[in-house]
Structure formats: structure tokens, C-alpha cells
């Protein structure tokens, strides 16, 4: 598998650095057959182009090992926490024979498949799971580096964008806010995803732990006030709501947001996730507040009506294509309501300008 993985790099490494750039260079003298200048890209000589695709490459590949580093942490805490047990002290270890694991076998993704998923010691399986919430987060920290920080905050409400000049500008000018906004985002996401995975147990997760997290992402937006993307007075600022100073109106965008978040979770919850139990139903209100706290209310209501549009939609769907859906344990159907709700979250971060002008915020 590990063998498998490094060709498939290759492969992706050869196609984004020598086949997309042709194949935008005819899509673009297709879509514009009277301009005679290209983008500053395509109009890079051969030699420089490859080297700026290269490097592109490796920066996001990097951002993908650094989220997959936080999955593995994030595995951590979704199954100690629950049980009252310390992330402080005690390092990874088989569950089974309780060796601990090496740096190697601990490396995220790639100490897995290079153990092929058994333990080295006792040789018996290590869950898949660990794998795949390393690969998730891995994927939304990286989606998030090109979308936020390789294209210069193109995604982003109300933000100057640099366009495909980001990579340079964070190298040789670092962008602080920008900068920012992605932590606080991807941390966001892998908190979401570690929920989602946590929802498999049957004991919830603190509160109390969630809320100073979700108040410490959002906290940026009170010191840090041009983090906040979009103001929580729009579309409405015509009703003269606004005026409270630059960081009254970050900490109302914080306040309005969590209760939005929550207050739409728990309404929510009666619906789609009554019949998941306490743990499922808890975990789903909090993630909605975590939402709304880090993304204000305008986000938390377009995500949560959005993913559960998609839900339910696809449920019926896949249970008249696989009549074996009835017999999928609870934690399964819970982590399908809450994959349409991470996955239209990252799609909300993708196109969040679009969305914004469409909804009337900008």
C-alpha cells in the first residue's frame, strides 16, 4: 500500500505540474480567442512555470502531513477525553498489547500503511479508523492552504485577493490575517471531524471542553477584528445595529453566532438526529455552536439547512439502492449526517465569496 501511495504522488505531482498547465492554456485561448496576453502564468517561460507548480506542490503536500500530524492528535483526544482519561500523559500504544508505538509506527498515514494495519508487536489489526480521521483532517488542512493561502484568500467575503500570487506573498510578505483566518478554519474542521468520529462511543464529549475551544478560535475575531470575515449585522445594517466599536462588533459577531449555531442545532436536533440517542444528538448541537461561534450566524444557518437538505436527499436514495442501510448500527447513519455536514461546511469555505454575494452580504 505504502508502494502504491508513492507512485500515486508521483503521478498527481507529473499531472499538476506538466499536463493542467496546458490544458488551462487551451481552455483559456478556447474561452478567449481575441486576447492576444495570457495570465502572468501561462506567459511564464517553461522552466519557471514548473518550478512555481513545484513548490506549490510541496507546500500544500506539507499542509496536508501538518493536518494529518493534528488527526493523529485529534484520535487522541476523541477516544481519552469521552472517558475521563489524560492526553497530557502516556504516549500512543497498541490497544490490544499496549506496546508503545515507535516514531516511525507513529507517523501519521504513512506509519499505518507501513505496518499494513496490524501492530508490530502482537500483529493484530489497528482500526482503520485512525487512518482515515488523519487522512480527513489531512485533506481539509491541505484543501484549505490552496483555497486560503495559495490563492491569496480568493475564497474569502470582503478580502483582497492576490490571487495565484499568494504562495509568493506568504513566502517572501506573510499575509498575518490571512494566516490566522486558515488556523482558526482548519482548527475548526478538525475539531468537526474528531466530533463526528467521537460519536461512535457511547460517552459524549465535555461540554464544558467544547465551548472554551469554540471561545478560543473565536477569539481571534476579538483580537485580531479583521479576521472577522463577514460582519454579523449583514444584510442588515441598514437598521442601525452597528456602531459598537472595532471590537464590540467582533465579540456581537462571536455572541450572535454561537446562539444561532446552537439555537438551530438544537431545533435540528429533534429531527434528523432524535432517533441517534443523547451522545449523537449532543454532539451534533455542538458542532452547530462551533460553527456559528468561529463562522458567524450566516454561515452556521446556510451549512446546517444545506446539510440537511442533502441528507435528506441521500438517505432515502441510498436506502432504496442498498436495502442493508436499515441495518447499519446508529453510529453509522450518524456519521453520514454528519459527513453531508462537514463536507457542505468545506464546500461553504470554497465558494464563501460567491455565496455571500448571492445571499446579498457583499
Same mark, same amino acid.
Given at each position: 500500500?505504502?508502494?502504491?501511495?508513492?507512485?500515486?504522488?508521483?503521478?498527481?505531482?507529473?499531472?499538476?505540474?506538466?499536463v493542467?498547465?496546458?490544458?488551462?492554456?487551451?481552455?483559456?485561448?478556447?474561452? *478567449?480567442?481575441?486576447?492576444?496576453?495570457?495570465?502572468?502564468e501561462?506567459?511564464?517561460?517553461?522552466?519557471?512555470?514548473?518550478?512555481?507548480?513545484?513548490?506549490? /506542490?510541496? /507546500?500544500v %503536500?506539507?499542509?496536508?502531513y501538518?493536518?494529518?500530524?493534528?488527526?493523529?492528535?485529534?484520535?487522541?483526544?476523541?477516544?481519552?477525553?469521552?472517558?475521563?482519561?489524560?492526553i497530557?500523559?502516556? &504516549?500512543?500504544?497498541?490497544?490490544?498489547?499496549?506496546?508503545?508505538?515507535?516514531f516511525?509506527?507513529?507517523?501519521?498515514?504513512?506509519?499505518?500503511?507501513?505496518?499494513? &494495519?496490524?501492530c508490530?508487536?502482537?500483529?493484530?489489526?489497528?482500526?482503520?479508523?485512525?487512518?482515515l480521521?488523519?487522512?480527513?483532517?489531512?485533506?481539509?488542512?491541505?484543501?484549505?492552504?490552496?483555497?486560503?493561502?495559495?490563492?491569496?484568500?480568493? *475564497?474569502? $467575503?470582503h478580502?483582497?485577493?492576490? &490571487?495565484?500570487?499568494?504562495?509568493?506573498?506568504?513566502?517572501?510578505? $506573510? $499575509?498575518?490575517?490571512?494566516?490566522?483566518?486558515?488556523?482558526?478554519?482548519?482548527g475548526? /474542521?478538525?475539531?468537526?471531524?474528531?466530533?463526528?468520529?467521537?460519536?461512535?462511543?457511547?460517552?459524549?464529549? $465535555?461540554?464544558?471542553?467544547?465551548?472554551?475551544?469554540?471561545? &478560543?478560535?473565536?477569539?481571534?475575531?476579538?483580537?485580531?477584528?479583521?479576521?472577522d470575515?463577514?460582519?454579523?449585522d449583514?444584510?442588515?445594517?441598514?437598521?442601525?445595529?452597528?456602531?459598537?466599536?472595532?471590537?464590540?462588533?467582533?465579540?456581537?459577531s462571536?455572541l450572535? %453566532?454561537?446562539?444561532?449555531?446552537g439555537?438551530?442545532?438544537?431545533?435540528?436536533?429533534?429531527?434528523?438526529?432524535?432517533?441517534?440517542?443523547?451522545?449523537? %444528538?449532543?454532539?451534533?448541537?455542538?458542532?452547530?455552536?462551533?460553527?456559528?461561534?468561529?463562522?458567524g450566524?450566516?454561515?452556521?444557518?446556510?451549512?446546517?439547512?444545506?446539510?440537511?437538505?442533502?441528507y435528506?436527499?441521500?438517505?432515502?436514495?441510498?436506502?432504496?439502492?442498498?436495502?442493508?442501510?436499515?441495518?447499519?448500527?446508529?453510529?453509522?447513519?450518524?456519521? %453520514?449526517?454528519?459527513a453531508?455536514?462537514i463536507?457542505?461546511a468545506?464546500?461553504?469555505?470554497?465558494?464563501?465569496?460567491?455565496?455571500?454575494?448571492?445571499?446579498?452580504?457583499?
Amino acid at each position: 500500500m505504502l508502494m502504491t501511495l508513492m507512485v500515486s504522488l508521483v503521478i498527481v505531482y507529473l499531472f499538476y505540474v506538466l499536463v493542467l498547465p496546458e490544458v488551462e492554456l487551451i481552455v483559456f485561448r478556447l474561452n *478567449n480567442p481575441k486576447k492576444r496576453f495570457l495570465p502572468p502564468e501561462l506567459e511564464m517561460k517553461w522552466a519557471n512555470r514548473t518550478m512555481l507548480r513545484s513548490c506549490e /506542490f510541496l /507546500f500544500v %503536500g506539507w499542509f496536508f502531513y501538518f493536518g494529518a500530524s493534528i488527526g493523529s492528535f485529534l484520535n487522541v483526544v476523541a477516544w481519552r477525553v469521552p472517558e475521563g482519561r489524560t492526553i497530557v500523559f502516556g &504516549g500512543s500504544k497498541c490497544p490490544f498489547c499496549d506496546t508503545h508505538l515507535s516514531f516511525i509506527d507513529n507517523t501519521p498515514v504513512l506509519g499505518w500503511l507501513y505496518l499494513q &494495519g496490524k501492530c508490530r508487536t502482537c500483529r493484530l489489526p489497528i482500526a482503520p479508523r485512525y487512518l482515515l480521521i488523519e487522512i480527513a483532517v489531512g485533506l481539509a488542512f491541505m484543501w484549505l492552504a490552496l483555497w486560503q493561502l495559495v490563492r491569496g484568500g480568493a *475564497n474569502l $467575503p470582503h478580502w483582497h485577493t492576490f &490571487g495565484r500570487e499568494g504562495l509568493v506573498n506568504i513566502v517572501l510578505d $506573510p $499575509p498575518w490575517p490571512l494566516i490566522s483566518i486558515y488556523l482558526v478554519h482548519a482548527g475548526m /474542521f478538525g475539531i468537526l471531524i474528531m466530533l463526528a468520529t467521537a460519536n461512535t462511543g457511547r460517552k459524549p464529549f $465535555p461540554v464544558f471542553s467544547l465551548v472554551l475551544i469554540a471561545l &478560543g478560535l473565536a477569539s481571534a475575531k476579538i483580537i485580531y477584528p479583521a479576521l472577522d470575515v463577514v460582519a454579523w449585522d449583514l444584510p442588515f445594517v441598514e437598521t442601525g445595529l452597528t456602531g459598537f466599536g472595532p471590537r464590540a462588533n467582533p465579540a456581537m459577531s462571536v455572541l450572535v %453566532g454561537a446562539l444561532a449555531g446552537g439555537l438551530i442545532g438544537w431545533v435540528s436536533s429533534f429531527v434528523f438526529a432524535r432517533g441517534f440517542g443523547s451522545v449523537i %444528538g449532543r454532539h451534533w448541537v455542538l458542532q452547530c455552536f462551533l460553527v456559528g461561534t468561529v463562522l458567524g450566524w450566516q454561515s452556521v444557518v446556510t451549512i446546517v439547512v444545506l446539510s440537511l437538505i442533502v441528507y435528506a436527499v441521500l438517505r432515502p436514495a441510498h436506502r432504496m439502492i442498498s436495502p442493508k442501510l436499515s441495518n447499519w448500527t446508529i453510529a453509522n447513519q450518524s456519521l %453520514g449526517l454528519n459527513a453531508c455536514f462537514i463536507i457542505t461546511a468545506m464546500v461553504h469555505q470554497t465558494f464563501w465569496s460567491q455565496l455571500a454575494h448571492l445571499l446579498g452580504l457583499i
